[in-house]
């Protein structure tokens, strides 16, 4: 293997890299884009754990031909003339936190942002951090919850690219913070701002992206974190049992994933006579295919089908102040001492 780079550059001022990392986007919502990235995505084992010879052939010969026509059709729905609103606002969100850590940090801070499936890939991200003299790194990945379908994926590809540096930085890795209370007080004070403007709904529902029952009985601590999260957020909202709930979106495929359902609990709901429904996804920092398309609409149309009168989706946190700040005392904790 040849090694790249260099020892860093003392002519050039040091600096702290922070590496922001999200799951990722297509480049466009044209088909061969998002061929391309679901390929990538779906070839990850941390995501998809099938023998792999037995998961190449359904997904070059099943999947990679069929879905990318069905899931073209929904980001061109929510696509924006600037592009992918996931790659639009976490750019926004590296660039004020960046912003954020520089007003308060004395010496240089470099926030860089990768993606774990296109790009910016995290190869390319941890490059720029290295070209501006890094010579400390902390990994930030936008996932509150862990899960070794995202966080650990994430440090797979960080491990990767690193094993290909002649000189490695001091790095420091953040795997969730999904119970941290700038985090839940950032959350409750996007639910009472929305609620100041549209009234209190008979329900709020927290609906989390779910994964395969059985990586949380293989361990996976990501439900429990999910839960810990509701649970917080209910207490500090002042939510009696009878007022919320938590459920898990996304599901695919045959096999059993972390229930209850969110569409299925829409359903009942608008069954029942639940009213006016307030939805919030508290795992997902940035709004993306699955918030405003899945949540904003599809499951919209489950509710109001059923019976239900009102559905509102609430905005993720985004690049909000609130946001902002958290994401930056979060980084704080984390960042070496430099005396």
Known sequence: MKYRGSAPNDELPECIGVLLTNLGTPDSAAIGDIRRYLKEFLSDPRVVEMPRLLWWFALNGVILRTRPKRSAEA?????????????????KQADALG??????????????LAMRYGSPSIEEGLETLRQ??????????????????????????????????????????????????????????????????HGKPDQLLLSFHGIPQAYADDGDPYPQECKMTG?????????????????FQSQVGPKEWLKPYTDETLKQWGSNGVKRVQVLCPGFPADCLETLGEIGEEN???????????????PALNDSKIHIDALKKLALQHLWDRS
Request: glycine share 4%; hydrophobic share 40%.
């Open 75 to 91: 980001y061109r729905k929510v696509w924006t003339p600037e592009g992918s609103p996931l790659f639009t606002i976490s750019r």
């Open 132 to 197: 501006a003299n890094a010579k400390r790194i902390l990994i930030l990945p936008l996932y509150p919850q862990y899960s070794a379908t995202t966080t650990a994926s994430t440090f797979d590809a960080v491990s990767r690219t690193l094993q290909s540096w002649r000189w490695i930085p001091e790095l420091r890795f953040i795997n969730h913070y999904h119970d941290m209370p700038d985090y839940i007080q950032a959350l409750t004070q996007s639910v009472l701002s929305f609620q100041q403007s």
């Open 231 to 247: 649970a917080l957020l209910a207490k500090e909202l002042g939510l009696s049992e009878d007022e919320w709930a938590l459920t």
């Open 300 to 314: 919209r149309h489950y509710f109001l089908s059923a019976g239900g009168e009102e559905y509102l989706y609430i």
């Open 99 to 112: 912003l954020a850590l520089n007003e308060k940090v004395d010496g240089p801070i470099k926030v860089s």
